[in-house]
């Protein structure tokens, strides 16, 4: 049982960027789905949250606007993209999974290294 978070990499400010989160030993499809972010010596920051649907989406004010997160259930995989991407979003990405009626995350994947620079 494994998530994997990738598509991460280097990126100009104002670029865009689209994050993956695929799921491995299980499906996503009565999951739902959390992406995070994470820069050293900071607490994790919740950014986006999508139902097991996908009918109900969440996002933090900081992103909101900016990030649009997705889910293909058919590819068992989570999408983020990222829009406008400024400096302050560099930091480390997480996805996770929370069951149906759960109140905690089962499952995180590793994360994936965003870095916005010029």
């Known amino acids: 049982v494994q998530l994997q978070a990738f598509g991460g990499g280097l990126v100009q400010p104002g670029g865009s960027l689209r994050l993956s989160c695929a799921a491995s030993?299980?499906?996503?499809?009565?999951?739902?789905i959390g992406w995070f972010r994470q820069v050293p010596g900071k607490e994790r920051e919740f950014l986006a949250l999508?139902?097991?649907?996908?009918?109900?989406?969440y996002y933090a004010d900081s992103v909101k606007g900016r990030f649009t997160i997705s889910r293909d259930n058919g590819k068992n995989t989570v999408y983020l993209q990222m829009n406008s991407l400024i400096p302050e979003d560099t930091a480390v990405y997480y996805c996770a999974a929370r069951g149906i009626g759960a109140t905690t995350y089962n499952y995180w994947g590793q994360g994936t290294l965003v870095t916005v620079s010029s």
């Open positions: 030993g299980f499906t996503l499809d009565y999951y739902a």
């Open positions: 999508i139902s097991w649907s996908g009918s109900t989406t």
